[in-house]
């Protein structure tokens, strides 16, 4: 099943760009204008993010979103047989303060939210960094799908690791100076054991993990700002949150990292992952002792 698979899609990812895109149109209209995919729980979470905006606007925005949703797809298939020249005109970063860190012996955690495309940034970090280049990703279920975006995803050089098994393999990943590439806003698994804060004026659930790795390990952390400039063509600017991690209280880093994050989506709000549920888990007074947020707790009934 696997090489079927494979096969076809590198057959597919042979063609011209321009042809990609106009698949990437044809899935637009069906995902978007046909089956409504998680037309709900799009509108839903742009109601959370901008009340203030009409319904008109927040459906302009979720139609820029399920374009770019589709194109960041027929873009990461593309990457199966793209030469290197080809996807140096795609996407350019600046690595140069994370090179200086990691020159002086920091390890160096890369943060960064859902916002396409991500898979470009997952290579330029690794080709570049001088240092092991660790991916946290989540498995997909089918084997044969699993197994063709593990190798398209280390092809540069990634030392991945999934989420399930990161905490078991972790102290053997991180034992030497590294770099890390982690999409900080997922919806943890442990609602009880996560750092809470606001979001977007909502109680929501934040990975501590992160938080934690940096105070622990003295990394300097870095955020991703993953920028579209027009169709095909990405930069990822650099920012730094935190030069020495060691040296930041527990919970700031994450406040720091979530305020980051909503500069970048009021931005560009169609360029973030709308359909998956970043906001499902309710906020509940057992919670109270893992609330960092400079502002008080809500007081739940």
């Known amino acids: 099943m696997y090489y079927l698979v494979y096969g076809i899609l590198y057959l597919f990812s042979l063609l011209p760009m321009f042809i990609l895109y106009g698949i990437s149109d044809f ?6 204008h046909v089956l409504g995919y ?3 729980v799009v509108m839903h979470n742009l109601s959370i993010v901008f009340p203030e905006k009409s319904i008109a606007e927040k459906k302009r925005i979720a139609r820029k979103f399920y374009r770019n949703l589709t194109d960041t797809f027929i873009e990461t298939i593309k990457l199966i047989s793209i030469s290197e020249k080809k996807f140096r005109k795609m996407a350019s970063i600046d690595l140069t303060a994370a090179i200086e860190m990691a020159g002086k012996g920091k390890s160096v955690q890369f943060m960064a939210g859902h916002q396409f495309n991500w898979e470009l940034a997952n290579w330029l970090i690794a080709a570049q960094m001088p240092i092991p280049f660790v991916g946290v990703y989540m498995k997909i279920k089918n084997p044969a799908i699993n197994k063709i975006f593990f190798d398209l995803r280390a092809k540069k050089g990634t030392m991945l690791v999934a989420a399930t098994e990161f905490r078991n393999k972790m102290h053997q990943l991180l034992n030497t100076q590294y770099s890390i590439g982690l999409a900080a806003d997922q919806n943890p698994g442990t609602h009880s054991a996560a750092n809470w804060l606001y979001f977007f004026g909502k109680p ?4 501590s993990g992160p938080d934690k790795a940096a105070i622990r390990n003295g990394c300097a952390v870095i955020y991703v700002k993953m920028v579209k400039l027009k169709r095909g063509q990405y930069r990822f ?4 949150l935190a030069e020495n991690g060691a040296e930041l209280v527990e919970g700031e880093l994450t406040r ?9 989506i009021r931005e560009r709000p169609d360029n973030y992952l709308w359909s998956h549920r970043r906001w499902k888990a309710p906020y509940q007074n057992a919670y109270v002792s893992k609330w960092i947020d400079n502002v008080p707790a809500p007081d739940m009934p």
Do not use: G, H, N, Q
Not at 204 to 207: E, G, I, M, N, R
């Open 256 to 264: 720091r990292y979530r305020d980051k994050l909503e500069e970048m």
């Open 237 to 240: 600017d650099t920012l730094v």
């Open 27 to 32: 899935a637009y209209f069906i995902i978007c």
């Open 204 to 207: 929501t659930p934040f990975v």
């Open 38 to 40: 998680r037309k709900k």
